[in-house]
T-cell receptor
Framework: AQKVTQAQTEISVVEKEDVTLDCVYE???????LFWYKQPPSGELVFLIR??????QNEISGRYSWNFQKSTSSFNFTITASQVVDSAVYFC???????????FGKGTRLHILP | GAVVSQHPSRVICKSGTSVKIECRSL??????MFWYRQFPKKSLMLMAT?????????EQGVEKDKFLINHASLTLSTLTVTSAHPEDSSFYIC?????????????????FGSGTRLTVV
């Protein structure tokens, strides 16, 4: 069965600091997809990234970067030079090829302090 | 990109009444729609998966008679909370599966609605 663990419930950092959000997943499928979503206080889910299991290349998008390590079943997310607007709940999620649904981790609430 | 329009964004209803939440896919056909609920400061829990023209598949522990899902067309899925009670107060959000061009089988994306905050008083 698929499972996503985000061990960090809540993180607070001072603006401009770098912060890494951890995500560990479990799946029996060899083909799967990993996601990160941002949920600001308004509630909507903002898609950040989708990664398939065959692509282990790390990705950078502006201040955001993702480190995918199949060996440790981790898909960590780093925000560099954090900003107050980055404050939100961040969810890591997993979808298996053989199963349509996305399963979410419990989320990490990130507070960026001015 | 693909957009899913979800309405209403907020609703307050009296205990015992029913509430319908709509999700419409704009400019694309959503053959599969997922419905999630989220309690305050909690994660999104999948309630059910609906495919156009067929009965929804509910996750374990979700009352299918209470949470009625209809996916009668490729662009509209509805969730009706019947005989709502205060414990049904939650944030409900839908998600449509979309196919990304050029990625072949399995190249699906997911587009989420903006969510509905239901308060039952």
């Amino acid at each position: 069965a698929q499972k996503v663990t985000q061990a960090q419930t809540e993180i607070s950092v001072v603006e401009k600091e770098d912060v890494t959000l951890d995500c560990v997943y479990e799946t029996r499928d060899t083909t799967y997809y990993l996601f990160w979503y941002k949920q600001p206080p308004s509630g909507e889910l903002v898609f950040l990234i989708r990664r398939n299991s065959f692509d282990e290349q790390n990705e950078i998008s502006g201040r955001y970067s993702w480190n995918f390590q199949k060996s440790t079943s981790s898909f960590n997310f780093t925000i560099t030079a954090s900003q107050v607007v980055d404050s939100a709940v961040y969810f890591c999620a997993l979808s298996e090829l053989g199963d349509d649904k996305i399963i979410f981790g419990k989320g990490t609430r990130l507070h960026i302090l001015p | 990109g693909a957009v899913v329009s979800q309405h209403p964004s907020r609703v307050i209803c009296k205990s015992g009444t029913s509430v319908k939440i709509e999700c419409r896919s704009l400019d694309f056909q959503a053959t599969t729609m997922f419905w999630y609920r989220q309690f305050p400061k909690k994660s999104l829990m999948l309630m059910a998966t609906s495919n156009e023209g067929s009965k929804a598949t509910y996750e374990q522990g979700v009352e299918k008679d209470k949470f009625l899902i209809n996916h009668a067309s490729l662009t509209l899925s509805t969730l009706t909370v019947t005989s709502a009670h205060p414990e049904d107060s939650s944030f409900y959000i839908c998600s449509a599966r979309t196919r990304r061009s050029g990625q072949g089988k399995g190249g699906y994306g997911y587009t989420f609605g903006s969510g509905t905050r239901l308060t039952v008083v």
